[in-house]
């Protein structure tokens, strides 16, 4: 009897350990974000963060397995932060529910988006992918404005994944 509990005990603490390493399941709602936002904060808070043109973005592998989910029809969410040209960043939000993309743009960080300062929430059916030699680009398509309904015109938003820099991306099949 006495090993009987105590492999119960063992299995139960494996499970319990086990489970809390899980990240958390694609809900769609994202850790807020503080005023002053740094690329290394937002690397340590998992955003997928490009920065320029310089080697120095982080978790290029959490935009893969986001796309690798998508594609298999799983929920799935990742936050990309990148910089602006200008001084400033934009935050862009995919949360995909298993049937459609919500996207979110945000341009309130970035000092020079003046009038056109905000946030731009869509609705949006799939992701294009067009290769280049530089690497894969991934542009949404079918989206709608999320508090209109009204589709959006041009080629939606885009991520851009050199894949010349990034040995840990793999681009997932269409």
Not at 156 to 167: C, F, K, L, N, S
Request: glycine share 10%.
């Amino acid at each position: 009897m006495r090993p009987i509990l105590i492999t119960l005990s063992l299995l139960l603490i494996f499970l319990t350990t086990a489970c809390g390493k899980q990240e958390k399941p694609a809900n769609g709602e994202f850790p807020p974000i503080p005023e002053t936002y740094s690329r290394e904060l937002a690397a340590q808070n998992g955003d997928v963060v490009i920065w320029g043109f310089a080697d120095s973005s982080s978790n290029i592998d959490k935009w893969t397995q986001f796309l690798n989910d998508f594609r298999k029809k799983i929920p799935a969410q990742v936050r990309v932060t990148r910089d602006t040209m200008e001084s400033g960043f934009v935050i862009e939000e995919y949360y995909y529910d298993g049937k459609q993309i919500h996207y979110s743009y945000d341009t309130t960080r970035d000092s020079m988006a003046g009038n056109g300062s905000g946030v731009y929430n869509s609705i949006c059916e799939d992701f294009k992918t067009v290769e280049f030699d530089r690497g894969p680009f991934y542009t949404l398509s079918g989206c709608v404005n999320q508090e209109t309904g009204e589709p959006l015109g041009g080629a939606g938003a885009g991520m851009w994944v050199d894949v010349t820099r990034y040995t840990d991306h793999k681009v997932p099949n269409d």
